[in-house]
């Protein structure tokens, strides 16, 4: 069997072995499959598979977490902002940023600016507010570049961890294809069951309709209609949450693009196949096109902008960065290679 191994170092080795490491694969795929199906598609017996997932919750190194459709639970676009700190006040900054629900990602850089964040007013928040006055208002903080997210080409749950061959990673798609319909245009489409059931799969995106019907006083089958409208409207897509070190992408960095207007679809369409870009947005201010994209190590990084990046039309210059320590991504608050709480007070109406 071929696998796509990427390097990890041997504390990172001690922390996920192989079975580990393919269900962690598998998941990124299909987030909610049966543990049975799981184990059954990875030829290893179901007990196992059980017992290596909760090992890994229990140890806070992997989450399946619930994405909210940023448009139903923000009040306006998200922002990218970078923010330079003052000399020694990184730590103090990061952590005031923490108190804000609004604040979706926390990520202490390399580069001109030391701080990058991912702002979503969220409903009932004013975006402006925050912008020019509380989050400035922040000791430390020194100067704030803010970028509105037009569009999104790609999200986080869309990437992939390169490693399962093609025979389970088409039987783990299958297991993960919903029907769609339409979206919804706001959370006040929904009922009271179906809106808690929203919160739950926010906290667990693996949760059962039997858990959700025990813990909201309803029926299995009840619960099973709420959990199917929320995932086939879109409302909710559910995700892995891991430190890609532990899985062989030690190295993050985000680019932004200058692009020529012309070239920014074709751009786009080009990098949203890439496999090592995780986000990829258009944005206000004087580049158009941000990514964020994880390396197994520097050499691949570099290549990615030699050859990858140098060979897009349209690109006139860029500017990157790296990820020094990630302290908050998608509401879930990091320590080191391991989960810490979530965000509360994120779904609103």
């Known amino acids: ?83 330079t700190s003052s ?4 730590h ?54 803010s970028r509105m997210i037009l569009e999104t080409a790609k ?35 929904l009922t009271e069951l179906e809106f808690q059931t929203m919160r739950l799969l926010g906290e667990n995106g693996r949760i059962t309709a039997a858990e959700v019907g025990r813990r909201l006083g309803v029926s299995a089958s009840t619960a099973s209609r709420a959990i199917r409208t929320l995932l086939q409207t879109g409302a909710v897509t559910c995700r892995v949450e891991i430190e890609p070190s532990l899985i062989g992408f030690p190295l993050m960095a985000f680019v932004s693009l200058d692009v020529r ?13 890439h496999p090592a870009i995780r986000l990829l947005c258009t944005v206000t201010g004087e580049a158009p096109v941000s990514l964020a994209a994880s390396f197994s190590g520097p050499a691949a990084l570099s290549e990615f902008l030699r050859q990858d990046l140098g060979a897009l039309p349209g690109v006139t210059s860029l500017s990157s960065a790296t990820a020094l320590r990630t302290v908050r991504r998608y509401w879930v608050d990091r320590d080191g290679m391991r989960l810490g709480s979530a965000t509360q007070d994120v779904l609103r109406r």
């Open 261 to 273: 207007p012309r070239d920014i679809s074709r751009a786009l369409e080009t990098l949203a196949a």
């Open 92 to 145: 103090a900054v990061t952590a005031a940023l923490l108190g804000i629900p609004d604040v979706q990602a926390v990520i202490q850089t390399s580069g001109s600016t030391d701080i990058y964040a991912n702002l979503y007013p969220l409903r009932g928040s004013d975006p402006q507010e925050l912008l020019v006055e509380r989050i400035p208002a922040i000791p430390g903080i020194r100067a704030i570049d």
């Open 87 to 90: 000399p020694g006040q990184s």
């Open 155 to 189: 999200v986080g749950q869309a990437w992939r961890f390169p490693r399962l061959p093609q025979r389970q990673q088409l039987a783990l798609e299958a297991e993960a294809a919903v029907e769609h319909q339409p979206p919804l245009a706001s959370l006040a489409e």
């Open 1 to 83: 069997m071929h696998r796509s191994h990427t390097r990890r170092d041997s504390a990172d080795a001690r922390l996920l072995d192989d079975v580990d490491l393919d269900i962690v694969a598998a998941l990124h795929i299909a987030p909610r499959v049966p543990t049975a199906t799981l184990a059954s598609i990875l030829d290893i017996p179901t007990s196992t598979a059980n017992r290596r997932i909760a090992r890994m919750q229990d140890e806070r190194l992997l989450r399946v977490v619930g994405r909210f459709a940023w448009d139903l639970i923000v009040s306006s676009n998200p922002y990218e902002l970078w923010i």
